[in-house]
């Protein structure tokens, strides 16, 4: 009587649904072609629930090392299935699987395609193109659940998983296979408020995912589920570029782009405020952490000497009058921390009043922002990069020309090679053989300037693209300094100076951010404002 051990494999969780009926099928099929062989005794049957028999390796099922442990105690005879590829779908891997086992004493059996034998090669390798061809059904399975889920996303349908704030469902009119209706993502008018409420906090007033989490939950804001904001909820939000009308891999379609709710400008912003947070650098970050304090340049300023980065104390000034009265003045005051704690030999003062030093960076932003005044509108910015461009269009054309000649040249003299053979040329081998080849050296060359200058083009036409945002956000910036809050005001420092650095005698130097140099220019000449500027 041979011993028969059966093996049951389902891949999803939804095939475990009794409804399904599938191990139940495969353990009927099995033990009917059990029964057909008088010999034959089923001893133990195992099944795997939701196991990907493509993406799980044998080392990693339980039930596969089992049944292995058992063949090496010579504890069976047969291992039956209902199809090979219940023992797996990987190609690399499956048919050493039954190879193995066939070389232990196990024959293995599919209810449905008999034993599989290794006799011959013919058997290996139907062995190995029986698993390579379930590979390729199962990767074309799983590209295909990738694809509908790609397309039902960009037609704004919910997928499953948490609904995303800003969102809520409503009925899309299609109906799934199991004739359930499917959602699909609306704006919600209050939500979408809030998400432009904690992008236009974040960007402005420099709130941090904590701060801007704890305000939400002060003033009485909750998530869609109707819990407490977090730090990790904020940051979530603001990186997510659904609410741009875009998927993570920057696939995007009409249907997204009406669930739009934030812009691309916004973004940008939002990323890069983020990404200078998180900056391990100390000496290149220059967002501040956070906005909160009396002083304007909060993490934003260095010492000239040392370019070590300024901190804030608060340093109170107490001294006893003539009259015998006591004089207290309480002062916010810039530190060179590393003179301080004495972590280098650092020439500078070692405090700097905060008032004095801001009302200095106030007078240079608006001096800056003075530049604005008689500044060409949008349509004067975009016509003044198509003029730089026009050089550069002129050679194009110029070197398209020359490669049009030197590539007709190169044809006539290639077609000279035949008549030099029959003694027809007027040239000979080695000056037709030098001729072609200092052609096709300027071709080449030809060639690469070309690329070069549509990169250049292709460069400025993204300038043009990105200044319109920029332009209107640091016109806005001059409309509004005057009248900002103090938190506003520390945003803008952050995002219009590169490096603000200060050294003896209050002497102060600012470097813009290049973004914004262009605007500083004197625009009928083209001539840009100083980088750097010392008071």
């Given at each position: 009587?041979?011993r028969?051990?059966?093996?049951?494999?389902?891949?999803?969780k939804?095939?475990?649904?009794k409804?399904?009926?599938?191990?139940?099928?495969?353990?009927?099929?099995c033990r009917d072609?059990?029964?057909?062989k008088p010999?034959w005794?089923i001893?133990?049957?195992?099944?795997?629930k939701?196991?990907?028999?493509?993406?799980?390796?044998?080392?990693d099922?339980?039930?596969?090392?089992?049944l292995?442990e058992?063949?090496?105690?010579?504890?069976?005879?047969?291992?039956l299935?209902?199809?090979?590829?219940?023992?797996?779908?990987?190609?690399?891997e499956?048919?050493?699987?039954?190879?193995w086992?066939?070389k232990?004493?196990?024959?293995?059996?599919?209810?449905?395609?008999g034993?599989?034998?290794?006799?011959?090669?013919?058997d290996?390798?139907?062995?190995?193109?029986?698993?390579?061809?379930?590979s390729?059904?199962?990767?074309?399975?799983?590209?295909?659940i990738?694809n509908?889920?790609?397309?039902?996303?960009?037609?704004?349908?919910?997928?499953g998983?948490?609904?995303?704030?800003?969102?809520?469902?409503?009925?899309?009119?299609?109906?799934?296979?199991?004739?359930?209706?499917?959602?699909k993502?609306?704006?919600?008018?209050?939500?979408?408020q809030?998400?432009q409420?904690?992008d236009?906090?974040?960007?402005?007033?420099?709130?941090?995912?904590?701060?801007?989490?704890?305000?939400?939950?002060k003033?009485?804001?909750?998530?869609?589920?109707?819990?407490?904001?977090t730090?990790?909820?904020?940051?979530?939000?603001?990186k997510?570029?659904?609410?741009?009308?875009?998927?993570?891999?920057?696939?995007t379609?009409?249907?997204?782009?009406?669930?739009?709710?934030r812009?691309?400008?916004?973004y940008?912003?939002?990323?890069?405020i983020?990404?200078?947070?998180?900056?391990?650098?100390?000496e290149?970050?220059h967002?501040a952490?956070?906005?909160?304090?009396?002083?304007?340049?909060?993490?934003?300023?260095?010492?000239?000497?040392?370019?070590?980065?300024?901190?804030?104390i608060?340093?109170?000034?107490?001294y006893?009058?003539?009259?015998?009265?006591?004089?207290?003045?309480d002062?916010?005051?810039y530190?060179?921390?590393?003179k301080?704690?004495?972590?280098?030999?650092c020439?500078?003062?070692?405090?700097?009043?905060?008032?004095?030093?801001?009302?200095?960076i106030?007078?240079?932003?608006?001096?800056?922002?003075?530049?604005?005044?008689?500044a060409?509108?949008?349509e004067?910015?975009?016509?003044?990069?198509?003029r730089q461009?026009a050089?550069?269009?002129?050679?194009?054309?110029?070197?398209?020309?020359?490669l049009?000649?030197n590539?007709e040249?190169?044809t006539?003299?290639?077609?000279e090679?035949?008549?030099?053979?029959?003694?027809?040329?007027i040239?000979?081998?080695?000056?037709?053989?030098?001729?072609?080849?200092?052609?096709?050296?300027?071709i080449?060359?030809?060639?690469g300037?070309?690329?070069?200058?549509?990169?250049?083009?292709?460069?400025?036409?993204?300038?043009?693209d990105m200044?319109?945002?920029?332009?209107?956000?640091?016109?806005?910036?001059?409309?509004?300094?005057?009248?900002?809050?103090?938190?506003?005001?520390?945003?803008?420092a952050?995002?219009?100076f590169?490096?603000?650095?200060?050294?003896?005698d209050?002497?102060?130097?600012?470097e813009?951010?290049?973004?914004?140099?262009?605007f500083?220019?004197e625009?009928?000449e083209?001539?840009?404002?100083?980088?750097?500027?010392?008071?």
């Amino acid at each position: 009587m041979k011993r028969v051990y059966c093996l049951y494999r389902v891949s999803t969780k939804k095939q475990v649904d009794k409804n399904q009926n599938d191990i139940p099928m495969q353990r009927t099929a099995c033990r009917d072609f059990a029964s057909s062989k008088p010999d034959w005794m089923i001893l133990k049957e195992f099944s795997e629930k939701g196991i990907s028999g493509y993406k799980v390796s044998a080392n990693d099922r339980d039930a596969i090392q089992e049944l292995k442990e058992a063949a090496l105690n010579n504890e069976f005879d047969i291992l039956l299935v209902f199809m090979f590829d219940r023992i797996g779908r990987i190609d690399d891997e499956t048919p050493f699987v039954v190879e193995w086992f066939v070389k232990h004493g196990i024959e293995v059996w599919s209810s449905q395609e008999g034993q599989q034998r290794f006799d011959n090669h013919v058997d290996k390798l139907m062995n190995y193109l029986r698993y390579w061809q379930a590979s390729g059904e199962s990767e074309k399975t799983s590209i295909r659940i990738k694809n509908k889920m790609q397309q039902m996303m960009l037609d704004g349908l919910y997928t499953g998983g948490p609904v995303k704030y800003g969102y809520s469902l409503a009925d899309s009119g299609l109906i799934n296979r199991k004739g359930q209706p499917i959602k699909k993502y609306v704006i919600d008018p209050a939500d979408s408020q809030v998400v432009q409420m904690i992008d236009e906090m974040t960007i402005r007033k420099g709130y941090g995912s904590w701060r801007m989490a704890n305000f939400l939950n002060k003033n009485g804001y909750k998530t869609n589920t109707g819990g407490k904001f977090t730090s990790t909820k904020i940051i979530r939000i603001l990186k997510d570029s659904y609410y741009c009308g875009r998927l993570d891999d920057g696939s995007t379609s009409e249907k997204l782009e009406a669930l739009r709710i934030r812009s691309d400008e916004t973004y940008e912003q939002i990323l890069y405020i983020l990404e200078q947070r998180q900056s391990k650098n100390e000496e290149k970050r220059h967002i501040a952490l956070q906005t909160k304090g009396q002083a304007m340049l909060s993490g934003n300023i260095f010492c000239a000497h040392c370019g070590g980065r300024l901190t804030i104390i608060r340093y109170q000034d107490r001294y006893e009058r003539a009259d015998g009265s006591i004089y207290s003045v309480d002062q916010v005051k810039y530190s060179c921390y590393h003179k301080t704690h004495k972590l280098c030999k650092c020439d500078g003062q070692s405090t700097y009043q905060a008032d004095r030093v801001d009302e200095v960076i106030r007078q240079i932003i608006r001096r800056i922002f003075s530049c604005m005044d008689g500044a060409p509108e949008e349509e004067k910015l975009q016509a003044l990069f198509k003029r730089q461009m026009a050089g550069n269009r002129a050679t194009q054309k110029k070197l398209d020309l020359e490669l049009k000649k030197n590539r007709e040249q190169l044809t006539k003299l290639q077609l000279e090679i035949g008549k030099t053979l029959t003694g027809d040329s007027i040239y000979s081998p080695e000056d037709l053989t030098q001729a072609i080849q200092t052609i096709r050296s300027r071709i080449t060359e030809a060639e690469g300037k070309l690329m070069e200058l549509k990169a250049e083009e292709e460069q400025k036409k993204r300038g043009i693209d990105m200044i319109t945002p920029t332009y209107n956000q640091f016109k806005s910036w001059a409309d509004e300094f005057d009248t900002a809050t103090l938190e506003q005001k520390k945003m803008i420092a952050c995002h219009l100076f590169k490096r603000i650095e200060i050294g003896r005698d209050y002497k102060i130097s600012v470097e813009l951010n290049m973004s914004y140099q262009q605007f500083c220019s004197e625009w009928s000449e083209g001539r840009f404002f100083t980088t750097a500027a010392t008071v």
